[in-house]
């Protein structure tokens, strides 16, 4: 081991569609969201914590959905500002995103009517005036319209991600009802803020029947925590470009005696580092693999290092640690205590969906039952749950 791409591991963007880094899981939420669309039960609602990999899980719903479905990943947030996204600018992101998956990639004979109309969307989006012939939503409507009327699937699935970025409020709820105007027979995968899966509001997002999909933290305690440690090892693996010696002492080979015993404690003090880093993330892989982009940052700053101690881990903590004390506010740290192990139900809500949100407090499941649990990091902000840089 020379040198290490840090930068590689990229914590802040998903995968997308079809992705050779993607690594599979057993109940992974984007297998469970295509069986569920399969089934034909829409809409699905999807929610989880900051760093969960909701927008990569739902990439891979896309992926597996198309054979069966004209499934089109609408990622929002990487086009639009989500706290001035209006319904009708939302229905031409749309309209877009469809009509090229069907141009470009499902090559569809469009009329040339929806062709000129989707070519004036894009010059819309691009800032252009332009003068449209129908409103956003009849556009949209009748786009959706024909791709399905044209397509061999025949049927469409749009998978909206970026809306949990929506801020509490009106605005909110006029972006569902523009989803909800929507022409039944499409199908609907929307990731949605966690202010729309608890309280009032959850009642009814969108459409009656809808159904929520849990994107949960990976269990990586203890030995039911082994299936999520090997997958977030693996997730690393694949974005370094390793192979299976790298983490694996008993994997080591080329080299006898003495050096071998070498070799294998160096690769053994790797692993063990990496374990440490996914014990910190809680399981969520953003901050696994944020952990160690910052341990790699400070190895390379003090010592030239391809590879951090434990010491460049624990100030990668701290850093981590500092993110989350900063979003506490004044009670936080007695209801988070109080709610841990609980269902949350008397926690009160805003607080809830604020530290849920953030992944200050995560839902697990434990003998079938829905409990919350602190963050490690965010436990070690208030001196609850060891020191992370120790």
């Known amino acids: 081991m020379t040198t290490i791409?840090?930068?590689?591991?990229?914590?802040?963007?998903?995968l997308g569609p079809g992705d050779a880094q993607y690594v599979e899981r057993t109940g992974s939420a984007g297998d469970e969201i295509c069986q569920w669309i399969l089934a034909?039960?829409?809409?699905?609602?999807?929610?989880?914590p900051a760093g969960v990999g909701k927008s990569t899980e739902l990439a891979r719903a896309a992926e597996l959905?198309?054979?069966?479905?004209?499934?089109?990943?609408?990622?929002?947030?990487?086009?639009?500002?989500?706290?001035?996204?209006?319904?009708?600018?939302?229905?031409?992101?749309?309209?877009?995103?469809?009509?090229?998956?069907?141009?470009?990639?499902?090559?569809?004979?469009?009329?040339?009517?929806?062709?000129?109309?989707?070519?004036?969307?894009?010059?819309?989006?691009?800032?252009?005036a332009v003068t449209h012939e129908a409103?956003?939503?009849?556009?949209?409507?009748?786009?959706?319209?024909?791709?399905?009327?044209?397509?061999?699937?025949?049927?469409?699935?749009l998978l909206i991600d970026g809306l949990e970025k929506v801020p509490q409020g009106p605005e909110s709820l006029d972006l569902f009802e523009a989803?909800?105007?929507?022409?039944?027979?499409?199908?609907?995968?929307?990731?949605?803020?966690?202010?729309?899966?608890?309280?009032?509001?959850?009642?009814?997002?969108?459409?009656n029947g809808e159904r929520f999909v849990a994107v949960r933290a990976l269990d990586v305690q203890g030995d039911a925590g082994e299936p999520g440690r090997e997958f977030l090892r693996k997730v690393l693996a694949q974005r370094l470009h390793w192979n299976e010696e790298e983490l694996d002492p008993n994997a080591v080979v080329g080299t006898?005696?003495?050096?071998?015993?070498?070799?294998?404690?160096?690769?053994?003090?790797?692993?063990?580092?990496?374990?440490?880093?996914?014990?910190?993330?809680?399981?969520?892989?953003?901050?696994?693999?944020?952990?160690?982009?910052?341990?790699?940052?400070?190895?390379?700053?003090r010592r030239s290092d391809p590879w951090p101690i434990i010491e460049d881990l624990n100030d990668a903590c701290a850093d981590q640690t500092d993110s989350f004390r900063r979003l506490l506010l004044p009670g936080d740290v007695d209801a988070i205590r109080a709610a841990a192990g609980t269902n949350g139900s008397e926690l009160e809500l805003d607080r809830k969906i604020r530290l849920m949100a953030h992944g200050v407090l995560l839902e697990r499941l434990r003998d079938g039952a829905r409990i919350l649990d602190g963050h490690p990091l965010a436990q070690a902000a208030f001196g609850n749950g060891g020191d992370a840089h120790a």
Request: hydrophobic content about 45%; glycine content about 6%; overall charge positive.
């Open 5 to 14: 791409d840090w930068k590689a591991l990229k914590p802040h963007v998903p």
């Open 40 to 48: 034909d039960r829409s809409p699905l609602l999807v929610g989880g």
């Open 256 to 301: 006898v005696g003495a050096n071998l015993d070498e070799a294998r404690a160096r690769v053994a003090a790797r692993r063990n580092l990496v374990n440490d880093a996914i014990r910190w993330s809680g399981g969520l892989p953003r901050v696994f693999l944020q952990l160690l982009a910052d341990a790699g940052s400070y190895a390379k700053l």
């Open 179 to 207: 989803l909800a105007s929507i022409r039944d027979e499409v199908e609907l995968v929307v990731v949605i803020p966690w202010h729309a899966a608890f309280g009032p509001q959850a009642e009814t997002v969108i459409r």
């Open 135 to 157: 409103t956003p939503t009849v556009l949209l409507n009748v786009t959706l319209t024909e791709i399905t009327r044209l397509s061999r699937q025949g049927q469409v699935t």
């Open 65 to 128: 959905l198309q054979p069966n479905r004209v499934a089109c990943l609408v990622q929002l947030d990487r086009f639009e500002n989500m706290r001035r996204l209006t319904p009708d600018r939302m229905r031409l992101r749309i309209a877009q995103k469809v009509g090229y998956l069907a141009q470009q990639v499902l090559r569809l004979p469009l009329s040339d009517s929806l062709k000129n109309a989707l070519s004036k969307v894009n010059d819309d989006l691009q800032g252009v």
